[in-house]
Nanobody, 126 residues
Framework: QVQLVESGGGLVQAGASLRLSCAASGRTFSNYAMGWFRQAPGKQREFVGGIGWSGGTTYYADSVKGRFTVSRDNAKNTVYLQMNSLKPEDTAVYYC???????????????????WGQGTQVTVSS
């Protein structure tokens, strides 16, 4: 069992940066691929980016590629989402999630993830 807690959200102006953190409990965190998702009001939850268990592989949605970076520190049981050049359309609740299947790829499918955090709100004003 893994529990995930996101933090770092807030209200920023367009062009600013934020770093989200996702702290995980459980000794098996380092075995899991991790993903970040977001859900804007009235929209479906969507994949943002993910990172493999070792940190050597990352994968991003086209909408954030070049602006967002996912990283992890297995010693701290934490995964990060660095968000730069934020746009109003990035406004959403951001969730981290853990995939325990040990896949050789990073899934962008919600159903692939077994554990979810409660989410943190990111609001970008224009």
């Amino acid at each position: 069992q893994v529990q995930l807690v996101e933090s770092g959200g807030g209200l920023v102006q367009a062009g600013a940066s934020l770093r989200l953190s996702c702290a995980a409990s459980g000794r098996t965190f380092s075995n899991y691929a991790m993903g970040w998702f977001r859900q804007a009001p009235g929209k479906q939850r969507e994949f943002v980016g993910g990172i493999g268990w070792s940190g050597g592989t990352t994968y991003y949605a086209d909408s954030v590629k070049g602006r967002f970076t996912v990283s992890r520190d297995n010693a701290k049981n934490t995964v990060y989402l660095q968000m730069n050049s934020l746009k109003p359309e990035d406004t959403a609740v951001y969730y981290c999630a853990a995939d325990r299947e040990g896949r050789s790829y990073i899934s962008r499918v919600i159903a692939s993830y077994d554990y979810w955090g409660q989410g943190t709100q990111v609001t970008v004003s224009s």
